[in-house]
Each structure stands twice: as C-alpha cells, then as structure tokens.
C-alpha cells in the first residue's frame, strides 16, 4: 500500500548566534558572528497509511513539533524529502492546503469576536471552497460530534474556554481534512474536556476515515488511540511499531500480580522487586528474563488464587526513558 505520508531522511538544522558576555562582545557581534548548530531532526525516515493513527511522542525538545511543521509545510528541511498526499509540504500548493490541518492544543480559537459561530464555519467555506453540499455534511457530522448545535448562533466573545476549543476544532475540520497532525491536542484542558477530546478524535477517524499524526506528553492520549508508536529523542527516530510491543522493547522488567488463598503471607521480596501490597496480593517487579522460573517457584511454593503478568504501564515505562534515554 501506497503511503499517505512519506518521509525520507528528513533533517531540520537550526543555526544559533553565540556571543560572550559584556559590552565588547555585544559589539563584536555586530560586525562577526558566530554560531553553533542545533540539530533539531536526524534523518527521519517513516511512512503512514491512510487512515491510521500514529502516535508521535518523545521528550520535550526531542523534534515532535519541528517534524509536524515539515510535514504540514511550515517549516523547510535542511535536507531529506516529504511527499503527503502526493504533494512536497513547504511548497505550500492550494490543493495540499485544502486536505490538511495543524491543530496545536495551546492554540486558541481566532477570529472577530463579534462574528457568531456558524458565520465563521461559513468563512471557513469560502476560503477551502466548500461546495455547500459538502459544506452541510460535514457541518452535520461536527456539530453531533462536538455537540454545537446550541453554539452556532453564539458570539465567538460569548464562548467559554471548553467551547471555543469545541468551536475550534469544528472550524479546522469544517473541510474534512484527509490528514490531521494534531500537537498536544489535550494541553490545558480539565478532565471533561479531555475525555471529549480523546472520544472525538477517535469517532472521527472512524468515520470520516482521515490519517493521523498524534503529539502528546500523556500517554493515556496515546494509548487511547493509537495502535502504533513513532518514539523520537534527541531529533533520532528510536522506536517504530505497535503500541502494545513498546514497554516489551523499552522495559527490561515485567509486573507479577498475585493473589494468594493463605492466611499469611509469604516474604514477597525472595520473589521480586515488590511494587505495592495489600491483604493477601502483591504486584512484583521481575526482570523479564526470570519470570518463568518465578511464576513457576510461586505457583510451587503458595496458594496462588489468582495471577497476571503485565507489561509496567507505559507512563512508567516512557518516563524512564525520558529520564534515562534509550540505550
């Protein structure tokens, strides 16, 4: 199957003036410069399909939102190619524009204030060249989703923090998109907010079918949606595959859950690392490479009730490896 997006090689290096301190060195600047070079992003290379939803996640500074810039055509890579949808981003062609959407989660909804909702879902299609049929479908699919049917005849000034985010998601779709790159889409937001944010975006790959390219620093984002993971650090793609593989590549260590019959318990710490522990349960950390000879002496040596081996929850995992880097 042919890649919706396409990425070979990417590499985005950034140059930064450096000076000393003082009056002198400011001056000295004016006429040489010096400069260290930032590299942002090494040599990604990867590719989606259509309809998928891809989790993009790294640390902070690790090239997530310089990658999703090159990819939506903000930003010119120093070297590497992009082909989305057929198109080079940074050429910025009408018919590229008018299939994607960047939508940053710290982005607030603009416009005139005085204009009502529906006046600028209205703007929207004329500036994308919505034909009105199109225009009403969609419309009706966005407000059931976003449940806007109360707002579209509301001042964008009238709108509270969780309607505007509603609005504004209504406002980048309003032209259905084929591929969405969404950075930080949850950032700022409540609870409620969040677990409405996570429900529409998966409700709306599902039904309008479009590619995503999901950022974010909360791993329950990712794990809601995404089956597969690109992890990046240091501008460097580590990781590609399947969500579920992550933690099995990344942790040397799985989670032992037991729960024992017996009215004593026995010295949990002869059989792993213990994490927590209640009446008669205990979940142990055991190095992968032991827990069939552990599985095997606490099924010998206890009245095991009930057992599950996990793999440690991928927020554990990712901070360790935020923390640590990948080896």
């Given at each position: 199957?042919?890649?919706?997006?396409d990425?070979?090689?990417?590499?985005?290096?950034?140059?930064?003036?450096?000076?000393?301190?003082?009056?002198?060195?400011?001056?000295?600047?004016?006429?040489?410069r010096?400069?260290?070079?930032?590299?942002?992003?090494?040599?990604?290379?990867f590719?989606?399909?259509?309809?998928?939803?891809?989790?993009?996640?790294?640390?902070?500074?690790?090239?997530?939102?310089?990658?999703?810039?090159?990819?939506?055509?903000?930003?010119?890579?120093?070297?590497?190619?992009?082909?989305?949808?057929?198109?080079?981003?940074?050429?910025?062609?009408?018919?590229?524009l008018?299939?994607?959407?960047?939508?940053?989660?710290?982005?607030?909804?603009?416009g005139?204030?005085?204009?009502?909702?529906?006046?600028?879902?209205?703007?929207q299609?004329?500036?994308?060249?919505?034909?009105?049929?199109?225009?009403?479908?969609?419309?009706?699919?966005?407000?059931?989703?976003?449940?806007?049917?109360?707002?579209?005849?509301?001042?964008?000034?009238?709108?509270?923090?969780?309607?505007?985010?509603?609005?504004?998601?209504?406002?980048?779709?309003?032209?259905?998109?084929r591929?969405?790159?969404?950075?930080?889409?949850?950032?700022?937001?409540?609870?409620?907010?969040?677990?409405?944010?996570?429900?529409f975006?998966?409700?709306y790959s599902?039904?309008?079918?479009?590619?995503?390219?999901?950022?974010?620093?909360?791993?329950a984002?990712?794990?809601?949606?995404?089956?597969?993971i690109?992890l990046?650090?240091?501008?460097?793609?580590?990781?590609?595959?399947?969500?579920?593989?992550?933690?099995?590549?990344?942790?040397?260590?799985?989670?032992?859950?037991?729960?024992?019959?017996?009215?004593?318990?026995?010295?949990?710490?002869?059989?792993g690392?213990?994490?927590?522990?209640?009446?008669?349960?205990?979940a142990?950390?055991?190095?992968?490479?032991?827990?069939?000879?552990?599985?095997?002496?606490?099924l010998?040596?206890?009245?095991?009730?009930?057992?599950?081996?996990?793999?440690?929850?991928?927020?554990?995992?990712?901070?360790?490896?935020?923390r640590?880097?990948?080896?």
């Open positions: 199957m042919v890649s919706v997006i990425v070979k090689d990417l590499r985005m290096v950034y140059r930064a003036p450096l000076r000393e301190e003082g009056l002198r060195a400011a001056l000295v600047s004016v006429f040489h010096t400069y260290r070079e930032i590299y942002a992003v090494q040599e990604v290379s590719g989606v399909e259509s309809g998928e939803v891809v989790g993009f996640i790294g640390p902070n500074g690790a090239g997530k939102t310089t990658t999703l810039k090159m990819l939506s055509g903000i930003l010119h890579p120093t070297s590497g190619g992009v082909r989305a949808l057929g198109y080079i981003p940074w050429r910025r062609e009408s018919a590229f008018r299939q994607i959407a960047l939508i940053r989660g710290s982005q607030p909804l603009s005139p204030g005085e204009l009502t909702v529906l006046d600028s879902l209205r703007f299609q004329l500036i994308y060249e919505v034909s009105d049929p199109d225009f009403k479908k969609n419309l009706a699919l966005l407000v059931e989703m976003l449940d806007l049917e109360r707002l579209l005849q509301r001042q964008l000034r009238a709108l509270s923090l969780g309607e505007r985010m509603r609005c504004g998601l209504a406002l980048a779709l309003i032209y259905q998109p591929i969405l790159f969404l950075d930080e889409p949850t950032l700022g937001l409540d609870v409620t907010a969040i677990n409405m944010m996570r429900r975006i998966a409700t599902r039904e309008t079918g479009a590619t995503i390219l999901l950022t974010s620093h909360y791993m984002d990712v794990e809601t949606l995404c089956k597969r690109l990046i650090d240091k501008g460097r793609l580590q990781y590609d595959g399947e969500l579920e593989e992550l933690a099995a590549t990344l942790s040397s260590y799985k989670l032992l859950k037991v729960a024992i019959a017996d009215e004593v318990d026995p010295d949990w710490s002869g059989y690392e213990v994490v927590e522990v209640e009446e008669h349960k205990v142990l950390r055991v190095q992968r490479e032991q827990v069939a000879a552990v599985t095997a002496r606490l010998a040596e206890c009245a095991v009730s009930d057992l599950a081996i996990e793999n440690p929850p991928l927020e554990r995992v990712m901070d360790q490896v935020y640590e880097g990948i080896a």
